[in-house]
């Protein structure tokens, strides 16, 4: 299987471009694609969702196919294209990435938990896993004593997220 110079070589550059891009630039100010998914995915929610499994199964299939589609869609579009798939795939990459965004705010809570002031690092906590997985502030206030009562990691986390709003239990 020959890749080099091909589609695997414009994905490596892209992913490595985009890489470069989120450490030199971090997140998108405006138009943040996962903010903008987030607020697609809240209206398709409020329209079609409910808390039985065909309109479950019919909103996560039109987020997750979505996706998917405009990927698969772009993909063909840049097949033959390898400087076009190397700037989708680095602007891409650059636009959902979020690593100094997120390690801006684990060195806020680090500080925080430094100083001793674990309210501000709870709010600093509240804030990146809210932006990060739509979580609002007021769940996450009893978080350390839901992984504090488990006695694994995996456990802690699946009570976390089912405290997000509308997650059923």
Do not use: C
Not at 55 to 83: C, I, K, N, Y
């Amino acid at each position: 299987m020959r890749r080099f110079g091909g589609v695997g070589a414009a994905t490596a550059v892209g992913l490595g471009a985009g890489f470069l891009a989120d450490l030199a630039f971090g997140d998108p100010v405006r138009w943040h694609p996962v903010a903008g998914f987030g607020r697609m995915a809240a209206a398709l929610e409020r329209r079609i969702y409910a808390d039985e499994k065909g309109r479950g199964a019919a909103f996560e299939g039109a987020l997750v196919g979505g996706v998917v589609g405009a990927g698969l869609l772009t993909s063909f579009l840049v097949r033959d294209r390898p400087l076009a798939r190397a700037l989708v795939t680095a602007s891409t990459t650059w636009a959902v990435l979020g690593g100094r965004s997120l390690v801006r705010e684990a060195t806020a809570i680090a500080d925080a938990l430094d100083e001793d002031d674990v309210a501000a690092a709870r709010a600093n906590g509240a804030l990146a896993l809210g932006a990060a997985y739509g979580f609002s502030a007021d769940p996450l206030e009893d978080a350390d004593a839901v992984v504090a009562d488990s006695r694994d990691l995996g456990s802690a986390l699946q009570r976390l997220l089912d405290m997000r709003p509308g997650a059923s239990v």
